[in-house]
């Protein structure tokens, strides 16, 4: 089994950063992609962005040059630095990991809330 743990959220003012933390545990594959995903009420969950295991990084166009995601593969986390926050980004983020083909799992989700 696999359990996603999410921290790091709150209520920041626009322009803040805020930096998502999502640690992993039970029976992880050396091998696996973990990601971020949030959903804002009303809307679709919207892709952010994901990292595997080897390093290789894929990041939406909405969010590029301001989240930066990264790992350490030794402690089974990953890390979403989100700067020049925005209204708009308020929303639940989630954490995921894929191993195995389709194996998917997720986390629970924190709130990110941005004030203007």
């Known amino acids: 089994q696999v359990q996603l743990v999410e921290s790091g959220g709150g209520l920041v003012q626009a322009g803040g950063s805020l930096r998502l933390s999502c640690e992993a545990s039970?029976?992880?594959?050396?091998?696996?992609?973990m990601g971020w995903y949030r959903q804002a009420p009303g809307k679709q969950r919207e892709f952010l962005a994901r990292?595997?295991?080897?390093?290789?990084?894929n990041v939406a166009d909405s969010v590029k040059g301001r989240f930066t995601i990264s790992r350490d593969n030794a402690k089974n986390t990953v890390f979403l630095q989100m700067n020049s926050l925005k209204p708009e980004d308020t929303a639940v983020y989630y954490c995921?990991?894929?191993?195995?083909?389709?194996?998917?799992?997720w986390g629970q989700g924190t709130q990110v809330t941005v004030s203007s």
């Open positions: 990292i595997s295991s080897p390093g290789s990084t």
């Open positions: 995921s990991l894929v191993q195995g083909g389709m194996n998917n799992y």
């Open positions: 039970g029976t992880i594959f050396s091998f696996n992609v």
